[in-house]
């Protein structure tokens, strides 16, 4: 190869992390794999959608509402669909459940066991309010293996998915920012991989990502902040405090890419309970869950003021928390302002 072209000397695909992860796991079959594999197909097709937002009609309303009352985005409808499409052809995935879906939805209806091993949830559009304005947006996934038990409990279908946040597989994210970058976690670490356009694959960029101990920054909307605990009001008056810093405020109003920051910088995200939103605005399966599971993977804590994410069992597809994720001393001291206004 000429010596003008950046040839790496080792590059580590997804699919081959992926593959090695499962050597861990003598009890994973190489479904997990190809079930992950169609994960990244469908990262690729929305990001090179995201990317072209403004050039194809996928920008604006699609016209309808979802099941939350929220008007759907064009891409909102496109990256649900693609999800779908490519974990349909993976065969192995039972059932989905998605932001953008009102009922949870069989998707392969295999003969065996093994064919329809996998439960997938996904918020296939995260941050949609600011995919118009060119601010970065994602998509967020988790996923659980069906649990027969509990579908003997219940004729609601979907009684398979209301599972704890620590019965999770795997669960990950892809922001679509100024580069696409998918990140991950099977319960072995965090690893965060970059897609290359050039070559369309996800290349491995670091491997068990550690969230630091203590940030410089609190990410919160605090046009809300009226309507905030007295808790969650006081810490936020103390981070603006010099004995606290004061602490930065960043926040970008999509999730994935607020809570990256997160993950790489430290510091703490919260979405606490509103006049607005009573209960928090985020979803616990399809948001809260798989973010939580990625933090305590990386040394961080997410709790929804009182409860740990992965340990709260949901009663709904959609039911809502609220949500404080972030490095471990940040946490501690709301958890102290918590405690003090009980
Ligand atoms: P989605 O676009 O999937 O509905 O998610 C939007 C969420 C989340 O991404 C973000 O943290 C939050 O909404 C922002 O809410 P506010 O605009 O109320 O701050
Ligand atoms: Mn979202
Ligand atoms: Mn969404």
Redesign the pocket.
């Known amino acids: 190869m000429s010596d003008n072209v950046a040839t790496p000397n080792r590059f580590v695909t997804i699919q081959e992390h992926i593959i090695n992860e499962q050597r861990q796991h003598p009890a994973a079959t190489g479904g997990f794999s190809w079930l992950l594999s169609g994960i990244t197909l469908a990262a690729r097709i929305i990001s090179a959608n995201v990317r072209r937002a403004g050039i194809i009609d996928v920008l604006g309303d699609a016209g309808a509402a979802n099941v939350?009352g929220?008007q759907q985005q064009k891409l909102?409808l496109l990256a649900n669909k693609t999800i779908e499409l490519c974990l349909g052809y993976r065969g192995n995935v039972a059932m989905i459940a998605s932001?953008e879906l009102d009922e949870a939805k069989v998707i392969t209806r295999g003969e065996t066991e093994e064919d329809r091993k996998y439960i997938v949830v996904f918020?296939p559009?995260?941050?949609?309010?600011n995919i118009d304005v060119n601010v970065s947006?994602g998509t967020i996934f988790s996923i659980f293996q069906r649990d027969p038990a509990l579908a003997k409990k219940s004729d609601d279908q979907a009684a398979e998915i209301l599972q704890p946040g620590i019965k999770q597989l795997a669960a990950g994210y892809i922001v679509y920012g100024s580069s696409t970058v998918l990140v991950y976690t099977t319960g072995e670490g965090v690893h965060m991989f970059t897609l290359d356009p050039s070559v369309g694959a996800f290349i491995l960029h670091s491997e068990d990502i550690r969230m630091p101990e203590k940030g410089k920054s609190y990410s919160v909307?605090e046009?809300?902040a009226n309507s905030f605990p007295r808790a969650v009001q006081k810490f936020l008056e103390w981070c603006k405090t010099e004995e606290a810093g004061p602490y930065s405020a960043r926040?970008i109003?999509?999730?994935?890419a607020?809570f990256h920051r997160t993950l790489l910088k430290g510091g703490i995200f919260l979405?606490p309970a509103t006049a607005k939103?009573p209960n928090g605005?985020?979803r616990l399966l399809y948001?809260a869950n798989p973010i939580a599971f990625l933090a305590e993977q990386a040394g961080g804590e997410a709790t929804d003021g009182q409860t740990r994410i992965l340990e709260k069992t949901p009663k709904s597809l959609h039911e809502r928390t609220p949500l404080f994720v972030g490095s471990k001393q940040e946490m501690e001291r709301l958890r102290r302002f918590i405690r003090d206004e009980a």
């Open positions: 939350h929220e909102d932001e918020d559009l995260d941050g949609s309010s947006v909307n046009g809300n926040y109003g999509s999730l994935v607020d979405y939103s605005k985020l948001e």
